[in-house]
């Protein structure tokens, strides 16, 4: 596995991936360690994932740094994700208890109730773009659950996979209680098979979540699959444009414009089209492009050079099938993986960025007659992640929030993830939930006691 940082092109570290023999020594310690941490009371659980916080908090630019150099994000971005990930480990740390609390049920028994018992070692197969959020989401759930943690991270964020590990130990867990596998993508089907592993996490793209879930399925272990997505962010007339549009930049900018949940459709009522075209097309190029360490750079590098070419292939289909430039459409004149800005106008369905995924900084903005025009073409996509909606009209908002096919509906505000809200999409935008007390009830055993 290979560190290279995309700002550069330059190689950082070879990381030699676990072999047959270290992958099962890893599993067999994981399996060990869930016998003693299941047992552990909430309340030592919970100071454990305090110190883990406190340990990101500590180095926060340290951390940062690791992200920043493996995979391009800018170092504010970078820092503000581990405050997030010591945010969500604070949250689970006070909220697991009342979570899982038993519930008493009423029946013909002289005391019944449903207690939330971990399962075991719970396998996540986790993406490049929130190399730490991505995991620690994941892990502060489930080890206050009771269950441990087998992390296979994605593979050119190797340095991430091994940091994140050493901030566990650092804060003292048990060993095993979170583990990191350095394997490739074709070695995770071995480490599902493995009576070990009780469940798996995948957040990544559609065609990872069918493979990982059709194996799943095969072995009946669960399954939460957090995939891609093409949110729309639909602007009503009655919206103010000029506020609209410059939020709509960063909604599409956000992670170097590398977010499933970031804006990639702009679906905009055609009175008030115009103008918000006119201040985005203007926000977007006025995005500083450039050194991600530099902390005022507002977009860094796309994480790999692949990744690039494709987001390039994209826009160009997109303009031979119709769609119009108004700003970007190139890869910038330096070494680094850098794409500009780039706004596509008069995108409609059949067209590549209005039906796949964009992931980097590329907006589809797209014409709608009225507000139910809007919707329907929102609707018109594969998934379901997220949906940013902005009108002044607050009647109007709940009416289409209930119609649109999206796991969450954002009303003048971007789409974002919170501890204490759930996320997840439909469609192919995957299934199960993350976070809140939807999330920590995704791998626990709801189990039924009757007594008489
Ligand atoms: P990806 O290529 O699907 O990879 C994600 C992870 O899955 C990596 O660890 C990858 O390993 C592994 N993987 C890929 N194919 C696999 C297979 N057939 N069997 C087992 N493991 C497999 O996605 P990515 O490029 O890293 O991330 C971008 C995607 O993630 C986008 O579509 C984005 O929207 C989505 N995403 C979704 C959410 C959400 O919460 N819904 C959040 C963030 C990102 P290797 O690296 O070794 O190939």
Request: glycine share 8%; charged share 25%.
């Amino acid at each position: 596995m290979k560190s290279i940082n995309p700002a550069t092109g330059e190689l950082l570290r070879d990381w030699p991936e676990h072999d047959e023999t270290e992958v099962l020594r890893r599993l067999e310690l994981a399996e060990q360690t869930f016998h003693s941490w299941s047992r552990t009371s909430y309340e030592e659980r919970a100071r454990l994932l305090k110190g883990v916080a406190r340990v990101l908090r500590e180095d926060l630019t340290g951390w940062a740094k690791q992200m920043t150099e493996e995979m391009g994000k800018t170092l504010a971005a970078a820092e503000a994700e581990t405050e997030k990930c010591a945010w969500v480990c604070d949250h689970y740390a006070e909220a697991a208890a009342r979570y899982l609390a038993p519930e008493p049920v009423k029946t013909d028994a002289s005391e019944s109730f449903v207690r939330f018992d971990p399962l075991g070692p719970i396998l996540a197969v986790m993406p490049w773009n929130f190399p730490f959020w991505q995991v620690f989401r994941f892990a502060a759930p489930a080890l206050m659950a009771g269950n441990v943690g087998l992390l296979k991270h994605a593979s050119n964020v190797p340095g991430c996979a091994v940091a994140i590990e050493e901030v566990f130990r650092r804060a003292g867990l048990p060993e095993g209680c979170f583990t990191t596998l350095l394997i490739g993508a074709k070695a995770v089907d071995r480490v599902l098979e493995s009576p070990v592993v009780r469940a798996v996490t995948l957040t990544g793209s559609d065609p990872a979540g069918r493979a990982i879930g059709a194996k799943a399925g095969s072995l009946l272990k669960k399954t939460v699959l957090e995939l891609g997505g093409s949110d729309p962010f639909i602007v009503l007339y009655d919206a103010d444009p000029r506020e609209a549009a410059r939020i709509a930049a960063r909604a599409r900018c956000i992670n170097n414009g590398q977010s499933c949940i970031a804006a990639k459709r702009f679906i905009v009522e055609e009175a008030i089209a115009d103008r918000f075209e006119e201040h985005f097309t203007a926000e977007m190029a006025g995005f500083k492009v450039g050194d991600p360490m530099d902390r005022t750079t507002d977009v860094g590098p796309l994480a790999r050079e692949d990744l690039l070419q494709d987001l390039h292939a994209q826009v160009q289909r997109s303009l031979s099938e119709g769609a119009k430039l108004r700003t970007g459409g190139r890869r910038l004149d330096r070494r680094g993986y850098f794409y500009a800005p780039t706004v596509l106008d008069h995108v409609r369905p059949g067209m590549t960025v209005f039906d796949d995924e964009t992931f980097g900084p590329v907006a589809a903005v797209v014409r709608a007659r009225d507000a139910e025009d809007a919707l329907r073409l929102a609707n018109q996509s594969k998934f379901g992640l997220g949906a940013s909606l902005w009108t002044a009209n607050a009647e109007r908002a709940k009416d289409l929030a209930g119609r649109l096919e999206t796991g969450s509906v954002f009303v003048n505000g971007m789409v974002k993830s919170d501890p204490r809200l759930p996320f997840g999409g439909i469609k192919t935008s995957g299934y199960g939930r993350e976070l809140s007390h939807f999330g920590i009830r995704e791998f626990v055993n709801v189990k039924t006691v009757w007594i008489r």
